[in-house]
């Protein structure tokens, strides 16, 4: 199992419709970060704010300059579902993730506990 090296896939992958956040995020953006509150509408999440559509990319992922990796430009204030990924090794089998190693592939179980001590910070509940 290796670190997330920002492939972007996951981000490109859930961000287009399948992310949602909770009633206390939405509440937290709208307090703090109306930028980003701007793009939710009755509780979903991304929304364009000026056609009311839902956004087919994300709008916070953001290539880093001269480089194939991406970035979160609201890292800190992204939603709890974003934080949770990846949950499950076959999850990250599935969608391509780049931390998968081939003897994650041969091992899944272990693999899977290498995950859970990798994500331990990021799954911890913020708000
Ligand atoms: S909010 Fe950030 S972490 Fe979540 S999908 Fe968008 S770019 Fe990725
Ligand atoms: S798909 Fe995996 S390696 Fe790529 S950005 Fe997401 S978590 Fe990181």
Not at 24 to 46: K, L, T
Not at 80 to 104: A, T
Request: a neutral charge; charged letters at 30%.
């Amino acid at each position: 199992m290796k670190d997330c090296n920002q492939c972007g896939k996951c981000c490109q992958i859930y961000g287009d419709g399948g992310l949602s956040a909770t009633p206390a995020e939405i509440r937290y953006w709208q307090d703090n970060r109306p930028e980003i509150a701007r793009f939710v509408q009755a509780g979903r999440i991304w929304i364009d704010p000026e056609t009311g559509d839902a956004l087919t990319a994300c709008p916070w992922l953001k290539q880093l300059p001269n480089q194939k990796k991406y970035g979160c430009s609201i890292y800190a204030d992204r939603p709890d579902d974003c934080r949770q990924y990846p949950v499950l090794v076959s999850d990250m089998i599935r969608d391509g993730c780049e931390m998968i190693e081939p003897i994650d592939l041969r091992r899944p179980k272990v693999a899977q506990s290498k995950l859970d001590q990798l994500m331990i910070d990021s799954r911890a509940v913020h708000r």
